[in-house]
């Protein structure tokens, strides 16, 4: 068999001549060739680092590639070679890859504070059960590159290792930052949502290792050799019968199943909505049905556990992302409250871009203040009273004001904060309110229990429109609104509305089912589905505009906030202030003004777990302990008495010479 001489050439700098192979046989492999050029290289090149090729622009030659297929001349042979540089064992890539995003995540969620600004609170359930499936997927991971997969001989370049961690990584950091992040929403679908993406991610990772399984037994240990698989007794295994890598079908599955359990997609893609927002917060009410307070101290100027009723709107929308904030107030308030704001005496609002409107005309209604301040508002918007306070989060409004591309949503809830109003025992109204709701919460009636006698009179358009639909009394207003833009377009033409309650929202519920205005229709977003159904009735233009306006109502579950409170009356009042002090840190804002703390030089006066008393409160030696109690700044309270279910109010010397409950 002929003997020829190869001579091996620098792909790189083809004139350099790197070494010359003689009496080289037809019949040897590449490999053979590679170990010889290992062998007489100084400084030895290892075969790993080795590339051959026929030309300089040519592939790589395969190992198992005989050098009689590739026609080399009997004289003048060459080859090119590419020195691929350190390379490093797949196994041991696999390894780096998977380890970095098992350690990364479980530092986002056990040491929070490396990354957050802000204090942490207790995981939310779903966070929890996140890292849980993270940490079990890469331990997986990591299990099946050390027991489970067949690896060939082959390598990969060194430095290809931090490109491809760079990947797993840092989709890590991206991936935990949000969802272990202080201000991280729970699921608007509740636990139902959680354990649905969990069972289905343990799901899908039970079928992703069996498919591996499967493979591991197709190819025998240091070889490339490949099999068509086949589905074996396990039941995970049929779905080769559909799919021709079932492990990635799994794969995909699983991590849709873990970004339906954290709400990690569809939660960013409401956040982006969110940024679409104005919001409108009435501060400039009296308080008449409150006098005994705000006779002296503006409603909107009530302390509640020391911080003024305003803020807890504004905090409430900057906890739910909406940025963009119209605060309108009475002109004899309007200094101070700048002030505050200003001076940043506050909890921190700083994620706001808060205007202070001022209302010079104590006569205006709800209606006529947003009129007067119509040309401020440029995009759909939010009205929100200046008395109400919660820990709900409205992600599942927005939601379902969009996907039922709703005019008008309302918020009501059941279960809303009240107490028992000082004085003397007499009936008063509960202030709920009757409303009507189709089988869909569409929101087709609404009316003030106080503003109802004996009977309801229902419009018989209506009665023939709806056929079934639920009349109840037990929900209550938030006094939650959002709105199209188009809204403002109806109340500006209307100039005799002077209410949203009274006047504008009813008016723009009847018009779910009367004739519509050819402005306001005008409007309206054309629903594909109801064009459809329009066009084979034989409906006219204004109810197919009608059934485009449609408005609902979203009613406040259990698991949605813990604090629902309308601020309106002495009872809600007093019992806001009881009830909303263990939740101040953990639900509204973790930077809240502190309170004393039950120290051993306070032992003898902080018995109760309803109590809030101020760090600038003075009391005198004898004092008694406290039950159920808020006491604000710059207060001095002295004997003989102990305070039990009474707010003090800031900067004034109390004398509490009588056993007072209830004050």
Not at 480 to 489: C, T
């Amino acid at each position: 068999m002929a003997l020829i001489n190869i001579e091996i050439f620098d792909a790189k700098r083809v004139s350099r001549s790197v070494v010359v192979l003689e009496n080289i046989s037809s019949d040897q492999t590449v490999l053979s060739l590679k170990k010889l050029i290992a062998q007489k290289t100084q400084p030895s090149i290892p075969i790993e680092r080795q590339q051959l090729r026929v030309t300089v622009a040519s592939k790589g030659l395969n190992d198992e590639s005989m050098l009689s297929a590739l026609n080399l001349p009997s004289i003048g042979a060459h080859l090119f070679l590419r020195d691929l540089g350190p390379q490093i064992g797949w196994r041991t890539v696999f390894l780096a890859e998977y380890a970095g995003p098992l350690f990364i995540y479980l530092l986002f969620y056990l040491r929070p504070s490396w990354f957050y600004d802000r204090n942490f609170r207790v995981p939310d359930v779903a966070v929890t059960l996140a890292v849980a499936c993270w940490t079990f997927h890469y331990l997986k991971r990591l299990y099946e590159t050390i027991f489970v997969h067949r690896f060939s001989n082959s390598t990969m370049p060194l430095f290809n290792l931090f490109k491809n961690c760079s990947y797993y990584w840092g989709f890590t950091a991206f991936v935990s930052y949000f969802i272990n992040h202080p201000d991280y929403k729970s699921p608007i679908g509740g636990n139902v949502q959680i354990y649905a993406g969990l069972i289905g991610f343990v799901l899908c990772e039970i079928g992703n290792f069996s498919i591996h399984a499967l493979l591991r037994d197709l190819r025998p240990a240091g070889t490339k050799e490949r099999k068509i698989p086949y589905p074996n007794s396990n039941l995970m295994t049929k779905l080769y019968n559909y799919v021709s890598c079932p492990n990635y079908t799994y794969e995909t599955f699983a991590w849709v199943s873990f970004a339906v359990m954290t709400q990690s997609f569809p939660g960013h893609y409401i956040k982006m909505l969110i940024n679409e927002w104005q919001a409108v917060v009435l501060c400039g009410g009296s308080g008449c049905r409150m006098t005994e307070l705000t006779d002296h101290i503006p409603k909107c100027m009530l302390p509640v556990v020391g911080v003024p009723l305003f803020w807890y709107p504004l905090n409430f929308l900057q906890r739910n992302s909406i940025h963009d904030v119209f605060l309108i107030v009475n002109e004899k308030h309007a200094a101070e409250v700048k002030l505050l704001l200003t001076q940043k005496s506050l909890p921190p609002l700083d994620d706001l871009h808060i205007e202070v409107l001022v209302c010079n005309n104590d006569d205006f209604g709800t209606a006529d203040v947003l009129r007067h301040f119509a040309s401020k508002i440029k995009k759909n918007f939010i009205v929100i009273s200046g008395d109400f306070v919660s820990d709900m989060t409205l992600e599942p409004v927005l939601s379902l004001h969009r996907s039922e591309n709703s005019a008008l949503t309302c918020v009501f809830a059941e279960n809303v904060v009240s107490g028992q109003v000082p004085g003397p025992k007499i009936k008063r109204n509960k202030g709920r309110d009757l409303i009507a709701l189709s089988t869909t919460n569409q929101l087709l009636f609404m009316a003030s229990e106080e503003d109802v006698d004996q009977s309801v009179q229902l419009s018989p358009s209506l009665l023939w429109k709806y056929k079934v639909f639920n009349l109840t009394a037990k929900y209550n207003d938030c006094h939650v609104y959002l709105m199209k833009r188009f809204v403002l377009d109806i109340l500006c033409k209307e100039r005799t509305m002077s209410s949203l309650k009274v006047d504008l929202i009813p008016f723009i519920l009847e018009r779910q089912y009367t004739t519509i205005e050819p402005d306001i229709a005008s409007h309206l977003e054309s629903d594909g589905q109801l064009d459809l159904i329009n066009h084979f009735n034989c409906g006219i233009g204004d109810e197919k505009a009608a059934s485009k306006l449609r408005c609902f109502a979203y009613l406040v579950t259990p698991e949605n906030g813990t604090i629902i409170a309308h601020v309106n009356n002495l009872g809600s009042y007093f019992e806001l202030n009881k009830r909303i002090i263990r939740f101040l840190p953990t639900r509204f804002n973790q930077h809240f003004p502190a309170g004393l703390k039950n120290n051993a030089s306070m032992d003898r006066w902080l018995t109760a777990l309803e109590s809030y008393i101020s760090e600038t409160v003075h009391f005198a030696d004898s004092f008694q302990p406290t039950d159920s109690a808020i006491v604000t700044s710059n207060t001095t309270v002295t004997p003989p008495n102990k305070i039990q279910n009474e707010i003090i109010a800031p900067v004034r010397e109390m004398d509490l010479d009588d056993d007072d409950d209830d004050e």
